[in-house]
């Protein structure tokens, strides 16, 4: 006897390139895994409890694999102003801009940081998000960067999610170390990494290397940190200059690589040679009305498994839905629905380092999805529309 069963659904496994789809089926458990999924006419044995799915498509639990979920105030009146015509020195001169971000978060208590971060994440898990990636950066210093993280693993005890946590104090050059990145860059690689590890609240290192962010030199400071914590690595690569950071992240065995806008092909390559998954934001690219987008074609051709995400942040990519990322990915990059459904599923999760999940296969866990939809296309093709009906987590009802 398995432990759960649902039946009378419709399965997008993810388990191949054309989405694995069985229709008339049924997803059998035992403990935290799937034991069997198959046609509902071939299912082996009852289970202690049967879900009737009533007809749902059930895909994975999708995942929303690079966020900044967790910070304090927001940036609308700074959107106002750049809509208004405000230069980058005017919202400079005003205060606005990253820093602001970082002044909130350092001044909010981490009650405060919780229940501003809730309903952000409410609306990705209403989605059917099933594990959510959550990186600090808005700290900038040892106390800050992990106020940010703890608040960040709090809302996995508050909600049935799994939050995975990335360190990104490597995100920018904090307002006392103005003119001192390098200075501010050994910090970061000499005590904050060593201090966040030293309590368990990263699951990984990211940096943000770019013209405004950090020289590959610097990163490599960061990186080889991150080696000595044991923690695996992710790069905010090439979003307005070509950095060399998509080649950059493959020879460190990165994670990821994320944005990507202005990466050469060979850079794609050699991401595809090492692994590295590629993660779309599309969500950045509306917001900042960028022209430059990543290239796909060339991601294609090597073989580079691509991801897509929110980027929830308050400045460059203020969506709080991963269903809109898969309409705005098919039509800014030109993704497919079979790669916009993917790259929310088992591409997200290997974004992560998880293989345990974004599939629905036996002994992968049972994370599910489930949608009032005709056919998988729709979840990319309707905009502004949430037909999820339920989620399950680790094998139970969440």
């Known amino acids: 006897m398995f432990d759960a069963v649902w039946t009378n659904l419709h399965a997008a496994t993810m388990a191949d390139e054309r989405l694995g789809i069985i229709e008339d089926a049924a997803i059998a458990v035992k403990g935290e895994t799937i034991a069997w999924i198959g046609p509902r006419a071939a299912l082996p044995g009852p289970g202690a409890v049967t879900y009737d799915a009533g007809g749902a498509w059930v895909l994975p639990g999708l995942v929303d694999c690079h966020t900044h979920l967790v910070f304090g105030g927001d940036r609308a009146a700074e959107y106002e102003m750049r809509l208004a015509g405000a230069t980058y020195e005017e919202l400079s001169r005003a205060g606005a801009g990253i820093l602001s971000t970082v002044r909130a978060t350092r001044a909010a208590s ?4 919780l229940a501003a971060a809730l309903p952000r994440l409410d609306g990705l898990l209403a989605e059917g998000v099933t ?7 808005y700290g900038l210093d040892a106390e800050n960067e992990a106020k940010q993280l703890r608040v960040a693993r709090a809302l996995g005890q508050e909600r049935r999610v799994e939050i995975v946590t990335s360190l990104l104090a490597a995100h920018a050059v904090p307002p006392e170390y103005a003119g001192r990145r390098a200075e501010y860059a050994r910090l970061v690689a000499d005590s ?3 201090a966040i590890a030293a309590e ?5 290192v990211d940096a943000f290397a770019d013209s ?5 030199v610097e990163t490599e400071w960061v990186f080889a940190a991150a080696a000595r914590a044991g923690l695996p690595v992710k790069l905010h690569a090439d979003q307005l200059t070509d950095q060399q950071g998509a080649a950059f992240a493959a020879r460190h065995k990165a994670l990821s690589a994320d944005h990507l806008e202005r990466s050469n092909a060979q850079g794609l390559a050699e991401m595809a040679q090492a692994g590295t998954v590629a993660v779309l934001l599309p969500g950045a690219t509306f917001t900042l009305r960028e022209t430059a987008h990543p290239d796909v074609a060339a991601m294609r051709a090597a073989g580079v498994r691509m991801a897509l995400s929110t980027d929830m942040n308050p400045g460059s990519s203020p969506a709080r839905s991963l269903l809109l990322m898969l309409n705005m990915g098919c039509a800014l990059f030109r993704l497919t629905v ?3 459904l993917l790259g929310v599923t088992r591409h997200a999760a290997a974004a992560l380092g998880l293989h345990d999940r974004g599939v629905l296969a036996v002994g992968k866990r049972a994370d599910m999805a489930l949608y009032r939809i005709n056919r998988p296309a729709d979840l990319v093709y309707w905009m502004g ?6 989620r399950v987590l680790a094998g139970r009802p969440a």
Not at 131 to 137: A, D
Not at 385 to 390: A, F, I, V, W
């Open 131 to 137: 594990t959510v990636e959550i990186k600090s950066g």
């Open 385 to 390: 529309t949430n037909p999820c009906e339920g």
């Open 200 to 204: 368990g609240l990263a699951d990984a």
């Open 192 to 194: 904050i990494i060593p």
């Open 110 to 113: 981490e009650g405060a940081l």
């Open 338 to 340: 079979n790669e916009a």
């Open 212 to 216: 405004i962010g950090f020289t590959n």
